[in-house]
Nanobody, 118 residues
């Protein structure tokens, strides 16, 4: 079993910053990739950022230049540094991972709320 536990969400003012963390635990053999999705009220879930074990990184166009994803492989933890926050960044942010235990599987965290006030 694999668990992804997010932390770091909360309330920020427009222009401010927040840092999200997501730690993977369990019977992990290897991690192929981890990332973050978000879902705002009344909207579909969308990709925010992803990072792969070979160093590949991708961002949604709406966050490029403002958000930075990074990973600490020793801690099985992925981070999302969010700067220059906008009210439209308000959403529940979900950590995700493509993680191998006995088999390769996709996993998601419970989500953490990020609210940006104008």
């Amino acid at each position: 079993q694999v668990q992804l536990v997010e932390s770091g969400g909360g309330l920020a003012q427009a222009g401010g910053s927040l840092r999200l963390s997501c730690a993977a635990s369990g019977s992990i053999f290897s991690i192929n990739a981890m990332g973050w999705d978000r879902q705002a009220p009344g909207k579909q879930r969308e990709l925010v950022a992803g990072i792969s074990s070979d160093g590949g990184i991708k961002y949604a166009g709406s966050v490029k230049g403002r958000f930075t994803i990074s990973m600490d492989n020793a801690k099985n933890t992925v981070y999302l540094q969010m700067n220059s926050l906008k009210p439209e960044d308000t959403a529940v942010y979900y950590c995700n991972g493509q993680i191998a235990t006995m088999l390769l599987g996709d996993y998601w965290g419970q989500g953490t709320q990020v609210t940006v006030s104008s």
